[in-house]
């Protein structure tokens, strides 16, 4: 394919019938997509579903695509609505067994099974992600990770500015607080860790 | 680890730069496949359509019309509905029994 068509060219192709076209769209939005997606459900097999349910949305839709937003912007919305619905029926499903999904309380420090041994950035803040009611994540992910502006994260979420604004303040003590105590037990597990080591070591 | 030299208490909105995620291997493919199936469930849809719906009403509308050809009534809406010509008189007077 010729190199960098932008995405109006692209999208007339597929409108021609280029499937071809329509892979290359896919690679081009497939990582931001991704973090949107999986920053709301986590890195689970849902996610990878309606990671497939956005574009196979968007391939439905895309006569009618008019190129008034931007195609990431497009996207974005359909993965955010795609991902609220899907928390949506998961609590529904776990309506009686669930404690309380969006605000999941924090593992114990004192809990070793809770302890990962290797935590890397990207599941530190998957992890910190899932701690927050979904109403909040979904600024995060918006404002924070995607980098929208505060107007067009109210659009994309169908609430006043001043919603997004407040719930981006109470977003961030929340995480504030759970990234604090999850990089405490990284620290505790490493040194945990390094402890057992050396006791192996000199046992040997 | 870089956890380690993060601290949160200073700027959150940092915690999330290089955030990066992805879906599972062959992601672009399963969405084609989907694509395909749904593509082609659409066609089969339409074909049965075709042949159960479309085909029959078409066959019925040629026989009508092949009918009234032979019977001579000509091809008029009346003649294909199976309506005769009766005029306004004639019909008041069977609606009042005579």
Known sequence: MKEKLTDSELIAMVNGGNQQAFSELMKRYRKMVARVVIGMLGDTPEADDVGQEVFVRFYQSISSFRGDSALGTYLTRIAINLSLNE????????????????????????????????????????KALAHLDPKFRSVILLRLIEGYSTKETAEMLGVPLGTVLSRLTRAQDRLKEIVSKLSREMVINTADTTAKVKVKTELK | MKSKTFNPEKNIGNFFENYDADFKPFFETRVMARIENMVMSYQMNRDFAFRKIFMPALATLVVVFVLAVIMGQGISVQSLMGWTNIDMESAIASSMGY
């Open chain 1, 87 to 126: 928390l949506n029926s998961r609590k529904r499903r776990f309506l009686f067994f669930s404690v309380k999904d969006d605000e999941q309380p924090l593992p114990d420090l004192a809990d070793e099974a809770n302890v990962d041994e290797s935590l890397s950035r990207n599941e530190l803040i998957e």
